[in-house]
């Protein structure tokens, strides 16, 4: 096994024995299973999970994520001072706590999902649903390596990690709103295709209404943004800038561990 | 003539405006035991994770046991580091923390056990990190740097904390590690201790070094009787 496995084996292990895991998994479990009984239809459930999913889970994995590293850099210097490589240890950390992460979101969301077996017109918006999630924690724990990496401090790191969270969950949108309003006297598809591609979590959340029903509530831009993500090289076009916000933030990360002074 | 274990020539460390370490040049003899000494922020602790890799150095080059510290960790193979607090996953047991390092190292790495009964630490080895005493948390530091039977060992502040039964305990380990040949770096301000284990004295004084080589010669150049004296001259003679 190589270095890199065998620390991310290592650093998993630590992350599982953190609790927090579990209680995270179990807690989208209860949120699943309270929107697959309560939400009145099987379209509505998956809308709600969506929407936890495109908040919740960002906010979630980027805080934990970030308290867990601050917490762990004495046992990062401890392994820094074994004989690894940088670039092996950074694998090893990032490997060991996204997947354990990303396991626990497609177990607290995928099972209950799994276990009402949705028919065929939904099945699109559930595979939807949990390749979002899950491309999303591999984000935001690539970030959160960002931030605990670039920001001594793990109080202004921590200050940082939600301003990121702000701005992509909630200012943006905002900031697109106002563009919309701005330039409503112009052909906007084209812009706002590109503005939804600059931002994951508006990539994932769009990704997702298109599969449901309420894009009909989209109006004309929704037309046209069905008529891009229903081509399957616009699927693949989404699936590939969602994989893009994942591999950004990593690559920044590593950049900034490899010249990180301990 | 033997190669030296360690060689630092003409290292900078700048944090930002600041400069920690200006032009520092070091060689640590083999098989010999060498204190850096020097005030609150002459730069021990940074002169010790350069040569670990842990942090980048400004300019200059640093080669231990003749490798260069650089990106490839390999070299500190045959390093044993005690941090000055070493704080693990609190979770942990002593036993699961050795077992992990052992992992990372590889299992075909040969392990040395005999600090833990030294140390008296077998009673405590299955116990979370978090229930034990700071003292007893150092023990294990102590036993995991010189685990892996390393040729180099760098203690940073390694009797901070330690009851005086303890800390006499590991000064006699770290001597009977020189008379096997093993070298050994020691940070610290006790100066009584470092008279007790030292041969050689790397001594800083805002990021430059301003006296290496042998305590004893340290002690005629400033005509003091001990080690302690011998720094305080030397300080007030640079101050001055």
Redesign the interface.
């Known amino acids: 096994m190589s ?1 890199a496995l ?2 991310a084996r ?1 650093h998993a292990r ?1 992350v599982l ?2 609790r927090w895991l579990i209680t995270y998994a179990s807690g989208l479990a209860l949120l699943a299973e309270s929107f697959l009984r309560f939400s009145g239809s099987e379209s509505n459930a998956v809308l709600g999970l969506g929407t936890v999913t495109l908040i919740a889970v960002p906010l979630l994995t980027l805080v934990v994520a970030t308290v867990h590293l601050y917490a ?1 850099r ?2 990062i ?11 092996a240890l950074f694998a090893g950390l990032y490997l060991g706590l996204a997947l354990p992460a990303a396991g626990a979101f497609l177990v607290g969301v995928g099972v209950p999902l799994a276990v009402r077996g949705f028919g065929d017109e939904l099945r699109g918006a559930c595979a939807t649903l949990l390749v979002s999630g899950v491309l999303l924690t591999l984000t935001f724990v690539a970030i959160a390596c960002c931030v605990v990496f670039m920001v001594e401090d793990r109080l202004r790191g921590l200050g940082v990690a939600l301003g990121v969270w702000g701005l992509l969950a909630v200012l943006y949108d905002a900031g697109v709103l106002m563009f919309v309003a701005m330039a409503s006297d112009w052909p906007l598809e084209k812009p706002l295709l590109a503005l939804t591609f600059a931002n994951p979590i508006d990539l994932a959340r769009v990704s997702l209404l298109l599969r449901l029903d309420t894009a009909g509530l989209m109006g004309y831009t929704g037309a046209a943004f069905q008529h891009f993500f229903a081509e399957w090289w616009g699927a693949g076009l989404a699936l590939a800038a969602l994989t893009g916000w994942v591999a950004i933030p990593v690559l920044i990360s590593a950049r900034a561990f ?2 990180k ?2 | 003539m033997t190669t030296p274990m360690v060689e630092v020539a003409s290292l900078t460390k700048r ?1 930002g405006s600041v400069d920690i370490l200006r032009g520092v040049d070091v060689t640590i003899a083999r098989g010999r035991i060498t204190g850096i000494v020097g005030p609150n922020g002459a730069g021990k602790s940074t002169l010790i ?1 350069l040569i ?5 150095p400004t300019s200059g080059r640093i080669l231990v046991d003749g490798h260069p510290v650089d ?7 045959r ?1 044993g ?1 005690m ?1 000055q ?5 609190e ?2 047991t002593a036993r699961e923390l050795f077992d ?2 052992h ?3 590889g299992r075909d790495v040969e392990v040395d056990d005999d600090l833990v009964g030294v140390l008296s630490l077998q009673d405590q080895l299955d116990k979370p990190l978090r229930t034990l005493s700071g003292g007893t948390r150092q023990k294990v530091n102590a036993c995991l740097a010189l685990r892996f039977s390393p040729a180099l060992v760098i203690l940073d502040e390694p009797t901070a904390g330690l009851d005086p039964r303890s800390s006499a305990l590991l000064k006699d380990a770290v001597l009977s590690l020189r008379s096997s040949g093993v070298t050994t770096i020691v940070a610290s301000h006790v100066m009584s201790e470092l008279e007790e284990l030292c041969d050689d004295i790397v001594f800083l004084l805002d990021g430059r070094v301003c006296y290496t080589g042998p305590i004893s010669d340290l002690r005629g150049l400033t005509r003091q009787a001990n080690l302690e004296r011998a720094v305080a001259a030397l300080m007030i003679r640079e101050v001055a």
């Open positions: 270095i065998r620390l290592i630590d024995r953190g762990a004495d046992f210097e401890a392994l820094l001072a074994q004989p690894v490589r940088r670039r490899n010249r002074d301990f | 944090f994770k670990l890799g842990l942090t980048r990106e490839d960790g390999a070299y500190r193979a390093i580091y941090p607090m070493g704080r693990f996953p979770h942990l992990t390092m992992e990372v190292r």
